[in-house]
């Protein structure tokens, strides 16, 4: 699945797959449409505990959770350099 670096700086939700709630999977969307998890990849209490943890991060810019993002961030510090 491709998408943008940039769906880090926006929001996310949760949205039920084209099976309907029933389904035990869930599809991960940023707030404005852009497929981030598409269904029959994450069951939905794993879906949920992303969106909870990535909105959050937005909300509190949390310092430890920010440096986790940055590694996916296009200006952001690479992986090997934030293990060091
Ligand atoms: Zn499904």
Redesign the pocket.
Same mark, same amino acid.
């Given at each position: 699945m491709e998408f943008t670096k940039d769906v880090f700086s926006k929001k996310w939700k949760v949205t039920l $797959?084209h099976?309907g709630k029933q $389904?035990? $999977?869930r599809e991960i969307y940023t707030v404005d449409g852009e497929c981030i998890i598409m269904?029959?990849c994450i069951n939905k209490l794993l879906a949920k505990y992303f969106v909870t943890l990535h909105n959050k991060f937005l909300i509190t810019k949390n310092k430890k959770l920010g440096n986790m993002c940055k590694q996916f961030s296009p200006k952001g510090r690479s992986f090997e350099e934030n293990l060091s």
């Open positions: $797959c099976a $389904c035990w $999977c269904e029959g």
